[in-house]
C-alpha cells in the first residue's frame, strides 16, 4: 500500500528541515491533486533548486511542482515614519 | 530623530558570498543604525558567520544584532559570534547598547527570545520536564529582554531588538497551528512592563510587517521575506526631519522576488 499524502507531507517539511542541503524550514508543502506543491521564498536560487532535489528524493514517483521563489537584494529600502 | 535601518533572515550560506553587499553598502545613505534581527546563518556556523562578515564590510554606520534559532543549530554560537564580531557588529544576548547622533541617544536593548504562544492558546509551565523547561526558558529569555530595556536607561529612543514575535499581529500570514513556535505573549509582557518606542524582530517569515503590543508599542516583522526589500528604515523623530520624500513606504508592496 502506497503512504498516505498526509504522512508524505510530513515527510517532507521534515527532509526539507533536516537535509543538510537546504535545511528549510519555511517552504509550504501541500498535496494538489496527485502532486505536491512547493511554495514559499529562499534566499539564493542554489537553495530553490535544492529543494526540489530534496523534494524528488523523498517523494519517489510523485511529481513535485517547486514554486518557492528567490527573494532578491534589489530594490530601495523601505522607510516608515514612526512619531 | 534618528534613523534605523533593520532586517533580519538574511540566512546567510556559503552560495551567498556576494548577494548582500551591495545592498548593504548603501544602509550609510539611508540611515544612522544597522539592526540584524537573527537567523543571520542558514546553519549557525562559524564559516557562515564569517561570509556575513565579509558582506556587512561595506557598512560605516553602528550594526547591533541579535542571533535566531538557526544560528544556533550547529553548536558553534561563541564562533559565529566572533566571526560577526570581528566586522564591528555587536552582538547582544540580554544586554544593551547605546549610541549618540545629533545629541539624542538611542538603546537598543537586544535578545533572541523564544516561543510559548499567545495569551489564550499558550504552553504552560505544568506536567513533562520537558515541557516545563520548554516554557521556562520563554520565561528567562522575555527577563532578559525587560533587564535588557532596563540598561538601556533614559535614552531618548528606545528599541527592542528581538528574533522571536512578540505579539500575534505580526504572524499574520503564518500557520495558526505555529504560532507557539514563533514567539510569545511574555516577550510583549516584557517590552510593555519596561518601555520602548519600537519593538523589532523577525522569524515569522510568512507573517506581517506592522502590529502593537497590547501596551501599545508599535511592532515590526524585518524578516527579509516580509519586507522583500534590502532592508526597511524607520525614522523615529518629528516628522519634518525624517522628510520620507520619494523613498519608498515601508509595508506598501508585495514583497520583491526575483
Redesign the interface.
Known amino acids: 500500500m502506497s503512504e498516505p499524502k498526509q504522512y508524505l507531507v510530513a515527510h517532507l517539511q521534515q527532509a526539507l528541515a533536516a537535509d543538510?542541503r537546504v535545511?528549510a524550514l519555511?517552504v509550504?508543502v501541500k498535496v494538489v491533486g496527485e502532486k505536491v506543491l512547493l511554495t514559499?521564498?529562499?534566499?539564493?536560487p542554489?537553495?530553490r533548486d535544492a529543494i526540489l532535489d530534496v523534494a524528488r528524493d523523498c517523494c519517489g514517483d510523485v511529481e513535485v511542482m517547486n514554486e518557492v521563489?528567490?527573494?532578491?537584494?534589489?530594490?530601495?529600502?523601505?522607510?516608515?515614519?514612526?512619531? | 530623530m534618528i534613523r534605523v535601518?533593520a532586517v533580519g533572515d538574511?540566512?546567510?550560506?556559503r552560495?551567498?558570498r556576494g548577494?548582500?553587499a551591495?545592498?548593504f553598502e548603501?544602509v550609510d545613505d539611508?540611515a544612522d543604525l544597522l539592526l540584524l534581527a537573527g537567523d543571520l546563518t542558514?546553519?549557525g556556523t562559524e564559516d557562515e558567520a564569517a561570509i556575513l562578515a565579509d558582506e556587512l564590510r561595506g557598512v560605516s554606520v553602528p550594526i547591533v544584532a541579535v542571533l535566531g534559532n538557526?544560528d544556533l543549530?550547529s553548536d558553534q554560537t561563541e564562533r559565529v559570534v566572533s566571526a560577526i564580531e570581528a566586522a564591528g557588529v555587536q552582538v547582544l544576548e540580554g544586554e544593551a547598547a547605546t549610541f549618540k547622533f545629533d545629541g539624542s541617544t538611542v538603546g537598543i536593548a537586544g535578545a533572541k527570545g523564544f516561543g510559548g504562544g499567545f495569551a489564550g492558546a499558550c504552553a504552560s509551565d505544568f506536567g513533562e520536564p520537558e515541557m516545563k523547561e520548554f516554557i521556562r526558558h520563554t520565561l528567562e529569555r522575555a527577563d532578559r529582554v525587560e533587564e535588557a530595556l532596563d540598561d538601556v536607561g533614559d535614552a531618548d529612543v528606545r528599541i527592542a531588538l528581538l528574533h522571536y514575535a512578540p505579539v500575534k499581529d505580526t504572524l499574520l500570514g503564518e500557520k495558526l497551528e505555529i504560532y507557539p513556535f514563533l514567539g510569545s505573549y511574555l516577550l510583549g509582557e516584557a517590552v510593555d512592563r519596561a518601555g520602548a518606542?519600537?519593538v523589532v524582530h523577525g522569524h515569522a517569515?510568512?507573517g506581517t510587517e506592522k502590529g502593537l503590543t497590547p501596551g501599545g508599542i508599535?511592532v515590526r516583522n524585518v524578516a527579509?521575506?516580509v519586507?522583500?526589500?534590502?532592508?526597511?528604515?524607520?525614522?523615529?523623530?518629528?516628522?519634518e526631519e525624517?522628510a520620507?520624500g520619494e523613498?519608498?513606504?515601508?509595508?506598501?508592496v508585495e514583497?520583491?522576488?526575483?
Open positions: 543538510e535545511h519555511d509550504r514559499g521564498a529562499v534566499e539564493t542554489e537553495r521563489s528567490v527573494i532578491g537584494y534589489g530594490g530601495d529600502p523601505g522607510e516608515e515614519h514612526l512619531p | 535601518a538574511v540566512h546567510v550560506g552560495d551567498s548577494r548582500l551591495p545592498a548603501t539611508h542558514q546553519v538557526h543549530h518606542d519600537l517569515h510568512h508599535r527579509h521575506p519586507i522583500g526589500r534590502p532592508y526597511n528604515v524607520y525614522c523615529l523623530g518629528p516628522e525624517c520620507v523613498r519608498v513606504p515601508a509595508g506598501s514583497p520583491a522576488v526575483e
